[in-house]
Nanobody, 128 residues
Framework: QLQLVESGGGLVQPGGSLRLSCAASGFTLDYYVIGWFRQAPGKEREGVSCISSSGGSTYYADSVKGRFTISRDNAKNTVYLQMNSLKPDDTAVYYC?????????????????????WGQGTQVTVSS
């Protein structure tokens, strides 16, 4: 069974940091473009950051540039999202998704919220 599993969410104070992980089972991630997305209550799902299969190309939404960093460790079959300087507006359920590079590249995946495989999400709450 092909699965993506997110972890690392939680409650953090404004200005704090979290690192999210996206691990795959049943398939290897190194072929895929991987994206992190988030959905806040009452809002549409939006692309946060996406990374190419090699890791050489990345995309960040304007709202997270300079604060979030996406990376991947293909040997561990895991993609990470390091989130620093967190703000209350970052509160959301965060999802990772995988898409074939034959179907998309980094920026369209994030901007159009594309993904063939999706995880179940992890809650991130930024509050004092």
């Amino acid at each position: 069974q092909l699965q993506l599993v997110e972890s690392g969410g939680g409650l953090v104070q404004p200005g704090g940091s979290l690192r999210l992980s996206c691990a795959a089972s049943g398939f290897t991630l190194d072929y895929y473009v991987i994206g992190w997305f988030r959905q806040a209550p009452g809002k549409e799902r939006e692309g946060v950051s996406c990374i190419s299969s090699s890791g050489g190309s990345t995309y960040y939404a304007d709202s997270v540039k300079g604060r979030f960093t996406i990376s991947r460790d293909n040997a561990k079959n895991t993609v990470y999202l390091q989130m620093n300087s967190l703000k209350p507006d970052d509160t959301a359920v965060y999802y990772c998704a995988a898409q074939s590079p034959r179907l998309t590249s980094v920026q369209p995946m994030c901007v159009l919220t594309l993904g063939t495989y999706w995880g179940q999400g992890t809650q991130v709450t930024v509050s004092s």
